[in-house]
């Protein structure tokens, strides 16, 4: 039921914020939508966070809870520029993918999964909360990057219209992106650092061979990819956009593949 608030409360701020958008509006309307998007990804850790007290477990095994999971990632990255004022308008492109992913979860069903995780304790927790943190920072830089892309193309083509005057300057996307990045890119090698430490002091061996640890692998490779892209010189900040949205991509389809294939049952964060 908390589960559904959340989901209706993330569909109610996205609806307002296309509606604003058609209207062209930049003042207090934008700003009630990210209040209603910021009561429900606070809706959202009340509803995750009664699933850990209810079943004893964090919500990362079995479909229905690791989906919830990663539409949670999402809506941390959206929490995080609320502040932000104008910024705060990059929710519009993580809306989608929050709800989305939320609204197959509560179809699945949120529920426990039988198997028994032997990563316990506070290493298991600190390890989770920095890869929350992680994608958060790679779902941020997903988020500004589209808008990056969709602002550079309306300037291009001198179309400055009610795209032009709601999404956020391109200096404030770009910034957005690149503090994403980096943030997300130090959490995430933490997140990696302890839970391979764990793995190797309890199983004597990184087990590359697990679904899981191939898509962390991958992930962190996507984030240094996303770096590389910000170098050089030219068109840095578009090339890093660019590469922010395809890597953003990459990571979510890799999961929900690993996660209805092979690694369907395991654990992912």
Same mark, same amino acid.
């Given at each position: 039921?908390?589960?559904?608030?959340?989901?209706?409360?993330?569909?109610?701020?996205?609806?307002?914020?296309?509606?604003?958008?058609?209207?062209?509006? !930049?003042?207090?309307?934008?700003?009630?939508? $990210?209040?209603?998007?910021?009561?429900?990804?606070?809706?959202?850790?009340?509803?995750?966070?009664?699933?850990?007290?209810?079943?004893?477990?964090?919500?990362?095994?079995?479909?229905?809870?690791?989906?919830?999971?990663?539409?949670?990632?999402?809506?941390?990255?959206?929490?995080?520029?609320?502040?932000? !004022?104008?910024?705060?308008?990059?929710?519009?492109?993580?809306?989608?993918?929050?709800?989305?992913?939320?609204?197959? #979860?509560?179809?699945?069903?949120?529920?426990? $999964?039988?198997?028994?995780?032997?990563?316990?304790?506070?290493?298991?927790?600190?390890?989770?909360?920095?890869?929350?943190?992680?994608?958060?920072?790679?779902?941020?830089?997903?988020? #500004?990057?589209?808008?990056?892309?969709?602002?550079?193309?309306?300037?291009?083509?001198?179309?400055?219209?009610?795209?032009?005057?709601?999404?956020?300057?391109?200096?404030?996307?770009?910034?957005?992106? !690149?503090?994403?990045?980096?943030?997300?890119?130090?959490?995430?090698?933490?997140?990696?650092?302890?839970?391979?430490?764990?793995?190797?002091?309890?199983?004597?061996?990184?087990?590359?061979?697990?679904?899981?640890?191939?898509?962390?692998?991958? $992930?962190?490779?996507?984030?240094?990819?996303?770096?590389?892209?910000? !170098?050089?010189?030219?068109?840095?900040?578009?090339?890093?956009?660019? #590469?922010?949205?395809?890597?953003?991509?990459?990571?979510?389809?890799?999961?929900?593949?690993?996660?209805?294939?092979?690694?369907?049952?395991?654990?992912?964060?």
């Amino acid at each position: 039921m908390i589960h559904l608030l959340a989901f209706l409360l993330y569909v109610g701020a996205f609806s307002l914020w296309i509606h604003f958008l058609v209207k062209g509006s !930049r003042g207090e309307g934008p700003t009630f939508a $990210s209040a209603i998007a910021g009561a429900a990804v606070v809706v959202h850790a009340i509803a995750l966070g009664d699933y850990w007290i209810r079943y004893g477990e964090l919500p990362l095994v079995g479909p229905g809870a690791a989906l919830s999971s990663l539409a949670f990632v999402g809506g941390l990255a959206l929490l995080a520029t609320i502040p932000l !004022r104008e910024a705060a308008r990059v929710g519009i492109a993580l809306l989608p993918f929050i709800t989305i992913c939320l609204g197959i #979860a509560m179809i699945l069903g949120i529920e426990p $999964s039988p198997l028994t995780v032997d990563f316990q304790g506070v290493g298991f927790v600190l390890h989770v909360t920095f890869a929350f943190f992680g994608y958060q920072g790679l779902a941020l830089a997903f988020a #500004a990057g589209i808008l990056y892309l969709i602002q550079h193309h309306e300037l291009k083509s001198k179309r400055l219209g009610r795209f032009f005057r709601f999404i956020p300057p391109l200096a404030t996307l770009d910034l957005l992106g !690149r503090v994403g990045v980096w943030a997300g890119f130090a959490m995430l090698s933490l997140a990696l650092g302890l839970g391979w430490a764990w793995t190797t002091a309890n199983r004597g061996s990184l087990e590359v061979g697990d679904p899981k640890v191939i898509w962390a692998l991958l $992930s962190w490779f996507i984030f240094v990819a996303i770096i590389v892209a910000r !170098r050089g010189s030219g068109r840095t900040d578009y090339r890093g956009a660019m #590469a922010a949205v395809i890597g953003f991509a990459v990571v979510i389809c890799s999961y929900l593949a690993l996660r209805l294939t092979v690694g369907g049952a395991g654990l992912f964060l």
